[in-house]
């Protein structure tokens, strides 16, 4: 009787040994099929313009995937995650279309992945309690002290603006400062008129006596925003690329029939009022594609209004070959 217990006993022992063995192998498996998938690091900023890669992260499109979407918050504006994607810090880039040009004319290693929203109004300019700034007589811009920041698509915007009424952009101050201290430079004096997308004109409409000098609106250019990527992470990446472009997509869908929970998703992530981000959301088309009438037209005047300004772009820009999703 002893002998078969013991008999017994060692045959559950093997048995508890080949099943945990077995179950090690499985969770190794897991790990080992996490490891192998695809990562691919997608960088933007944590303000207004970027509300799609919030409400994809937060709602899990980034998640659940064949791919590791690594979502990368990069402090400043779009001419910043420009310059990650310059440095091989990301994969992907989102950005406006002033830097979205000047990144394609620096490299040939980038291309157009989608675009994922556009707006005419995007670009708001909002000045200081007594300036001196005129809305009715425009040329009283001279002379002015106007803050922006350099190389961004506020910065194109304003210049085709001051060109379109006349305004002499050598009789102006231009003092470039980053989006992050815009509205206290404004608030202090320290300069007469800002120029930027939002959520900064919406802030600086808060201070006692700011006023609207103008927008974008109205100026043949609907501002797409950009989302760029290096032409060997396209290359090798595809199936990632791909994920999110889709995660976009969900994005643009969940806030198109979901604009007040959207607003407050975003709102909590940049730190400021859901009323603030409702109004600036709907400012903004969130659509994700590619075409001519909307892109390729927009990307050609921003680089002409580029050229006629004094930039470097090259005339042989072509935005339908350096796009993936063509028009």
Known sequence: MKMKNKILVAIVAIVLVVILAGAGYYVLADNNDDDSKETITVGYCNKVCYESFMIAEENGYFNGLDVNIEAKIIPGGGTDVSSALLKGEVDLAAMGDTPAVQNLNTTDKTSIVCRYGYSESMH???????????????????????????GS??????????????????????KYLKPNVQVEALSKGDVDMIASSQPNPQKALHLEGTYVVGTSEGLGNYYPLILLGSNSVISEKADAVNAVVDALKKASDFMKDNHEKAAEIAANKIGWAVDDELYCMQQITWEVGFTQEIDVKSLEKTAQVLRD???DISKDLNFVERSIMKP
């Not at 708001?124 to 005129?134: L, Q």
């Not at 506020?154 to 009424?165: F, P, S």
């Open 124 to 150: 708001v300019f909002v000045a200081r309690p007594n300036s001196g700034i005129d809305v009715d007589d425009l040329s009283t811009v001279e002379g002015k002290t106007i803050g922006v920041q350099q």
């Open 153 to 174: 698509s506020t910065e194109g915007a304003l210049l085709d603006w001051m060109n379109v009424n006349h305004i002499d952009t050598n009789k102006v101050t231009w």
């Open 309 to 311: 300004n004094g930039q």
